[in-house]
C-alpha cells in the first residue's frame, strides 16, 4: 500500500524536540524519508533514534546561510533528492513594549524570520515541481498575547513573506503554505510552565491553557505532524500560500 509521503525526501528544522520532532515521527510513518537539523549533535542523534532507520539528522544553525547550503548539500549527497522543507525551528521570548531589549529582538528575528528566509531560500533551486515548502507560524501572527509582540511580529512577518514569495516563485510547481499551531503540549511547553508556575502547577495550567479553546484542550504534536504532511503531500495540490490554524479553532473566536 502507498502511503502519502511515500518516495519523498523531507528536511524538518529545528526537528530534534517539540513540534519539529511530531512532524518528523509522522512524516517518517507516511513514507517520508526525513532528514531533521538542530543545532546539538546530542540531541539530534537521540531524536533520530526515536524516529528509526528513514530519519538522518545534520547539525545547522537556521541563522547561518552558510550552515543551511552545507546542510542542504549532504542531503542531496545521501538522499539524491530533496522535496519537502519544514521549516519549524522558532523560538519564543517574553518581551512586553518597555522592557525589549536589542538582543531579544536580533536573536527572535534572527531565528524566527531570518531563519526562516534562509531556510527556504536555497531550497528553492532544489524543489522539483511538486515541491512543498511548510512553514511553522503561530497563531501568536493575529493573536499576540501581552508581552509576545516580537514573537508575534516574527509570524507575521514570515506570514507576509509567503504571499509574496509564491508570486516570485511563480510557475514552478512548488508551493509554501504557513501551519500556525496554538498551544502545543511540548516538553519546552511544560518547561516554561513549571519554571514560571512551579512542576507541581504544570497538569492544572495544561488544562486551563485547553479550556481557552473551542476545543477543550491543547494540541499533541502529532497534531501538527498529520496537518503538516497534508500541506506537505499531494492532497493539498492546488494550495498555496495560506496560513492554515491547527489550533483547536482558538484564532477563529
Ligand atoms: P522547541 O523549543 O521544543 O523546539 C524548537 C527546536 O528548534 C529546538 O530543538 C531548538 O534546539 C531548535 N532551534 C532553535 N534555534 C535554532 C536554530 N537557530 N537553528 C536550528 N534549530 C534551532 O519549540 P516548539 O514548541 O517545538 O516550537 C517549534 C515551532 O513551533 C516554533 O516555530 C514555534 O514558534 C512554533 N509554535 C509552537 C507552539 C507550542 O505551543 N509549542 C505554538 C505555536 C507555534
Known sequence: MNLPLDGRVAVITGGASGVGLGIAREFA?????????????????????????????VVADVTRLADMEAMYREVIARHG????????????????????????????????????????????????????IVIIGSTASVQPPAG???????????????????QDIKGSGIRINVLSPGAVDTDSLRHALAMAQGADAVPAAVRTMGEGNPTGRIADPREMGTAAAFLAG????????VE??????????
Open 81 to 132: 533528492r530533496l522535496d519537502t522543507v519544514v521549516a519549524n525551528a522558532g523560538i519564543g521570548a517574553h518581551a512586553p513594549l518597555g522592557a525589549t531589549t536589542e538582543e531579544q529582538f536580533d536573536r527572535t528575528f534572527g531565528v524566527n524570520a531570518k531563519g526562516v528566509l534562509f531556510t527556504v531560500q536555497p531550497a528553492i533551486a532544489l524543489l522539483p515541481p511538486g515541491g512543498t
Open 244 to 253: 492554515l490554524f491547527v489550533d483547536g479553532g482558538m484564532a477563529q473566536v
Open 234 to 241: 499531494d492532497a493539498s495540490s492546488f494550495i498555496t500560500g
Open 29 to 57: 510513518d507516511q513514507g517520508a524519508r526525513v532528514v531533521i537539523t538542530d543545532l546539538e549533535r546530542e540531541p539530534l542523534d537521540e531524536a533520530v533514534a526515536t524516529i528509526g532507520p528513514n530519519c538522518s539528522g
Open 148 to 166: 509576545m509582540g516580537l514573537y508575534g511580529g516574527s509570524k507575521a512577518a514570515v506570514r507576509a513573506f509567503v504571499r509574496s514569495w509564491i
